[in-house]
């Protein structure tokens, strides 16, 4: 957690440099060269080191916490641990070094150093350890505890566990057959359309990797921390499954502008993407339904008075307040990104920018800073000193997400690129974009200051009254006492898995291989 | 809140997956009929090039890049895009004319969006990408890269001049190339 949330620090800096460099004010060290390799280092540890040790760390908390049993194989986490941190120095370096400034979707034939995608593939490795370990043990609780249902809070670990194993199948594929064979000089071509295609594999289902701790949270901790309980278990239970069933064969809804697919498997996995909004509309249900008990329970009356009434001052239910806020925001944008017609309006632009920084940024980033601060306790057995600096930093995160994403939405409907390091201001035709590069940096910069307070208040504030308390997770209004299979295991959903990905990705991924195609030439960047 | 019973939490759930699966429903049905109605389709014609001869034969050599126009009255506009710059970088179209714009790269992944329109496509090394499109406003339009392709990346640009078909003057090879003069 600690390495997560020092990474995250540090790209935290590097993500308000980047906005600084974009905007009409001169900032220091400014060249294209540092600059990508600072927005490849930002993607690369936002995304990829941030979640993975999170998910791993608290997955590892909920197996522990949640089965009240030992965690099977703590000696190969502690291996897969060290082997991640060893792999982010080996990538974290090389890129700092600008040996490797090609983004963190790596974009061959662009290629960069060895070093860095193979730090990557220990990153990746150490989380299947994680995979197995998770795996392993609901098996154990299952075997000691026949016929009864997986504790809602493990159960939606596994079902991450499982979808993160299928998703990092594209990148693997992409890095070992395509991209490290390049970088270490074996082969001196790669075939772009296939590897654009495993990436996609990976791009969408990732980011459902991303999210679901925050509705393992929304689900178990948020009606505990509310004073009430969860409205629905098996709702819990659907969404996750749905969420692992329609996260993965829908990716290709990121090469909509490609010319390596035609349109019929584009809109195919254009029209699943929509299915995957159903399980966060469900959740928003049954979570908002949950904090209503809560409400009522302190004395709410009305159509919304009970809203008033709920603990706002509880860090776990202000932060779902603003996270839902966020995702309301962030997926009515991400509507119009995954739709078949209108991507062509926003393509590459900022507009794409400010979603995912909105929903991942935003919605469920805000949901790590509450399971660390409802965590941390347990974890260092002091209470939190005070709340007012733990509600003072969620609150500036919102803000600042929000001045940095507004304008972003904005110039991206006017075509502003993304992933350009300068704009010529003085050019008529994109001088109006000027003045809203400056307020969305402004965002950037509160954004900055509430990611700096985050970490000096897990640094500083448990020093409180000693924590005696073992985490306790939501109880539903009517606990379940038996389930269908279905329900509380994996097995047939796997399997429903493979035949939609077969569907999907089937004939877009053998397609090269039964037309071939011409390579392009592999050019390297350090 | 109707009542808290296992049936009538079961109920609720279920009333609003139903509404929300209808909500979802509406929004594909807009994107199925604004496809289909109007021909709102993203660039898919999935046709192959090999990237190390384009200057060498076929029809992205040199001297066929530009603006043709064709029988039919639409215009075709063939140009390149590759490290750090399209060529030719600017492109003289008609206003109001079917426009098809056919590009590919010989070197890395590059994409292409005409500001504050919805002309938009990635360009990928071994494939041509084709763009139909129609311009209404005479005037120039920026039309920057919009994929990471290195360090010159931000430089590369070029410029889409819609003229009054009036202005709009061939040569005997049924050919127009424009200059961008003010940069």
Known sequence: MWVAFGVFGLAAILGAWQMWVRSPIPAPFASPDTYYASVTAHGTLMAYVLTTLFAMGFGYYVAVSALDRPLPGLRYAWIAFWMAVVGVAMAAVTVLLGKASVLYTFYPPLTGSAFYYI??????????????????????????????????????????????????????????????????????????????????????????????????????????????????????????????????????????????????????????????????????FT???????????????????????????????????????????????????????????????????????????????????????????????????????????????TIGIVIV?????????????????????????????APWVVVSMIGGFIMLASALLFIWNLAT??????????????????????????????????????????????????????YGSNQALVQRLD | MAGSSEREIQRAELQWGAVMAGAVGVLLAIVVVGSAAATLHPPSNVERVDPASLHVSGEFVDGN?????????????????????????????PADTPVVMRTTSPDVIHALLVTGTNTDTMIVPGYVSEVKTRFAAPGDYRMPCTEFCGPGHADMWSVVRVVPRAEWKPDADDKVRCEITNQ
């Not at chain 1, 924590?467 to 269908?484: D, E, G, I, W």
């Not at chain 1, 959903?493 to 999907?504: C, E, R, S």
């Open chain 1, 119 to 284: 730090g990557l593939v220990l990153v990746v490795v150490a989380s299947w350890v994680w995979v197995a370990i998770m795996l392993i043990a609901m098996r154990g609780w299952k075997r000691g505890n026949p016929g009864k249902p997986v504790p809602l809070a493990m159960f939606g670990t596994v079902a991450n566990a499982i979808l993160w194993g299928w998703t990092t199948v594209g990148v693997a594929a992409e890095l070992l057959f395509q991209v490290i064979p390049a970088a270490l000089g074996w082969t001196d071509t790669i075939d772009v359309g296939l590897s654009r295609t495993l990436f996609s594999w990976t791009l969408h289902a990732i980011v459902y990797f991303w999210l679901l701790p925050a509705y393992i949270a929304f689900y178990t901790m948020v009606p505990q921390a509310a004073g009430s309980r969860l409205y629905s278990d098996l709702m819990g239970r659907v969404s996750f499954i749905l969420f692992l069933v329609y996260s993965l064969p829908v990716g290709m809804h990121h090469l909509l502008m490609d010319p390596e697919h035609g349109s019929g498997f584009k809109f195919l996995q254009s029209a699943l993407t929509g299915l995957v909004t159903v399980p966060t509309l469900l959740t928003i």
């Open chain 1, 287 to 397: 979570i908002t339904a949950s904090l209503e008990i809560a409400g009522r329970l302190r004395g709410g009356t009305g159509l919304f008075g009970w809203v008033a009434k709920l603990p706002w001052r509880e860090p776990m239910v202000l932060a779902t307040g603003l996270s839902f806020f966020m995702l309301g925001f962030g997926g009515f944008g991400g509507i119009v990104n995954m739709s078949y017609g209108m991507n062509a309006m926003i393509h590459n632009t900022a507009w794409v920018t400010a979603h995912f920084h909105l929903i991942f940024g935003g919605a469920v980033v805000i949901m790590y800073f509450a399971i660390a601060y409802a965590i941390w306790p347990r974890l260092t057995g002091h209470e939190a000193a005070n709340l007012r600096q733990v509600r003072l930093q969620l609150w500036l995160w």
């Open chain 1, 405 to 433: 994403t507004f304008p972003w939405h904005m110039l991206g409907l006017q075509g502003q690129p993304r992933r350009v390091e300068s704009f010529d201001y003085s050019d008529p035709l994109i001088a109006g974009w």
């Open chain 1, 461 to 514: 504030l448990f020093r409180g009254a000693p924590s005696t308390q073992p985490t306790r997770y939501a109880m539903a209004v009517h606990p379940p006492r038996r389930l269908p299979p279905v329900l509380n295991g994996f097995g047939m959903w796997n399997v429903v898995v493979l035949v939609l990905m077969l569907v999907a990705y089937g004939y877009p991924i053998a397609q090269f291989f039964i």
């Open chain 2, 65 to 93: 890049l530009g603006s043709t126009q064709n029988l039919d009255g639409s215009v075709t506009v063939r140009f390149i895009a590759t490290q750090f710059s399209f060529v030719p970088r600017c492109l003289e179209v």
